[in-house]
């Protein structure tokens, strides 16, 4: 693992609230998640990368708004975790943070599905193919962020696994 930096403790501070936040109330507070967004632009802005803190923000939001509107997999604060985390990340590192949070959000997704007695009803869903079902069970809460976290953990310890951009 390489060298911590000013950016893995904010984006540590910020994940560990937004985990916190995530388990008590099952919501992720605006105010974070739009602070952590500022933030990372202007950090990114001081370092004289005057436009990666806000094109971070763009290539978390373009897979995260496919996995809350159309998949309805994340919910709207997730997506908002992940744009702040790209703020502060830059662009191709935001995008890498992402395969990572899909990656461990399918055994987080399993296991959470598993234990609500659930998981059967999943696998039928996939075999008979992807619809939009407007009955049926509501969707259940769950702190994404705890998957985030763990996302971001995996790939601070994997920094030359699937690396992107220049």
Do not use: C
């Amino acid at each position: 693992m390489s060298q911590v930096t000013v950016t893995d403790v904010f984006l540590a501070l910020l994940l560990a609230v937004a985990v916190f936040t995530d388990v008590r109330s099952s919501r992720i507070p605006n105010a974070l998640t739009f602070t952590g967004m500022a933030v990372g632009v202007a950090y990114q802005a001081l370092q004289g990368a005057y436009f990666a803190g806000v094109l971070g923000i763009l290539a978390a939001f373009v897979p995260g708004f496919l996995f809350w509107r159309l998949g309805r997999a994340w919910g709207a604060g997730d997506v908002k975790l992940l744009m702040a985390a790209g703020a502060l990340l830059g662009p191709w590192e935001a995008l890498r943070l992402v395969v990572f949070v899909i990656l461990v959000s399918i055994p987080f997704s399993l296991w959470k599905l598993w234990r609500m007695g659930r998981l059967r009803s999943f696998f039928t869903v996939v075999r008979s193919g992807i619809r939009k079902d407007t009955e049926g069970p509501a969707p259940v809460s769950t702190p994404f962020a705890v998957a985030i976290a763990l996302a971001w953990i995996a790939f601070r310890l994997l920094p030359d696994w699937f690396h992107m951009g220049p």
